[in-house]
């Protein structure tokens, strides 16, 4: 796979639709799909700290888990592609980087803890000794909705600023 507009939309719209499986869960609604070299869909996931109690279950690292057992590399996932809803974090950012993939495709910026480009650039810091392409801000305001729907959902109506 070969992100252009139309490409990493596609993509993008895969991660979006498991990000909506989060439902009434706990988690964030962030989704994430690795695509092998010619396409195929290698793996899915979703956001699941909240269920698995797991600080480490972000959607992209549960999808690289995934993709890594299917694609039959080993941990390297050469010519793949990973398309997530929001920009990755430096957990996730730095998981791309070490298991070889070749793009990141991504909807919405985040610009308090993104790696790839907003708070830090991680996918792209040049002592390292790989670099995935980066597509991002593909379908961000879709992508931007999903998550303020989550969050406005999680305030509390009578007191705006905390959390429940």
């Known amino acids: 796979m070969t992100p252009g507009g139309t490409e990493a939309e596609r993509a993008v719209r895969a991660a979006l639709a498991v990000a909506r499986e989060a439902g009434d869960t706990a988690d964030v609604p962030v989704g994430a799909v690795v695509f092998a070299p010619d396409g195929t869909v290698l793996s899915r996931a979703r956001n699941a700290r909240e269920e698995l109690g797991d600080p480490t279950a972000h959607a992209e690292v549960l999808a690289l888990r995934a993709a890594a057992r299917e694609f039959g590399e080993g941990w390297r996932l050469e010519g793949c592609t990973l398309a997530v809803t929001v920009e990755p974090c430096t957990m996730c950012a730095g998981a791309l980087v070490l298991a070889r ?64």
């Open 101 to 164: 993939v070749a793009r990141v495709v991504f909807g919405a910026w985040e610009p308090r803890t993104g790696a790839v480009g907003s708070l830090w650039d991680v996918v792209r810091d040049r002592r390292l000794n790989h670099r995935p392409e980066v597509f991002g801000g593909v379908l961000a305001d879709e992508c931007a909705a999903l998550l303020a729907g989550f969050f406005a959902g999680q305030r509390d109506p009578a007191d705006p600023f905390e959390a429940r």
